[in-house]
């Protein structure tokens, strides 16, 4: 699977729009840009998903740039509740439940009141 | 979303002694499940795959005779810490794939963790 670069730590204040870059430069055709975040002392939890159109779902905005190089998880009115440590992962889809998902160091998001 | 929950929570044991975890698969079916170890401030390691009716796939480094993992049935897979020691106390996470309710991919669900200390 393709690695990926995050910035370490972000802050961002209640109620702005959290804008979490990831860089993913050797990703393949047929791998998926997937997020997680992790509260803390708690299991991974996840966001949003996509190939290569921009998604959006009722936790978060996904946008992929158009050669794939790169992606932004947007959280649109970010809360204190949303301060975690994010996962930008990448990997193939799997087609019988069975491909593993390798974790990098992630970004502290610190959400500020 | 799917559900996977894990037991027990926490868990304090003395050095020596094994521990098991379980590890399920509340409202779908998973023939693979994923095992993985997270030391403080540090990201998520994957331990080992857990495959129901053969035998788990472990990361390199990882002892396959300390950390025995048993897929018993489509929902449920088992950690077992045998003759554990101070340096295995670590917060273990297991996880499952789902097909995702954008029927697009599989999504990962993982369960709320296990903090083991070994005292």
């Known amino acids: 699977d393709a690695k990926t670069t995050q910035p370490p730590s972000m802050d961002c204040a209640e109620g702005r729009a959290a804008n979490l870059p990831c860089n993913h430069s050797t990703i393949s055709g047929n791998e998926y840009v997937y997020w997680y975040r992790q509260i803390h002392s708690q299991g991974p939890q996840y966001i949003i998903h996509g190939l290569k159109n921009n998604e959006t779902n009722e936790m978060a905005s996904l946008i992929i740039t158009e050669d794939r190089k790169s992606s932004t998880l947007i959280l649109p009115h970010a809360t204190l509740r949303d301060t975690a440590v994010y996962y930008c992962i990448v990997r193939v889809q799997s087609n019988f439940g069975n491909e593993k998902l390798t974790f990098g160091t992630g970004t502290r998001l610190t959400i500020i009141p | 979303g799917a559900v996977v929950s894990q037991h027990p929570s926490r868990v304090i044991c003395k050095s020596g002694t094994s521990v098991k975890i379980e590890c399920r698969s509340l409202?779908?079916?998973?023939?693979?499940m994923f095992w993985y170890r997270q030391f403080p401030k540090q990201s998520l390691m994957l331990m080992a795959t857990s495959n129901e009716g053969s035998k788990a796939t472990y990361e390199q480094g990882v002892e396959k005779d300390k950390f025995l993992i048993n897929h018993a049935s489509l929902t449920l897979s088992t950690l077992t810490v045998t003759s554990a020691h101070p340096e295995d106390s670590s917060f273990y996470i297991c996880?499952?794939?789902?097909?995702?309710?954008?029927?697009?991919?599989?999504?990962?669900?993982f369960g709320p963790g296990t903090r083991l200390t070994v005292t």
């Open positions: 996880s499952a794939d789902a097909w995702g309710g954008t029927g697009t991919a599989y999504e990962q669900y």
């Open positions: 409202d779908f079916q998973a023939t693979t």
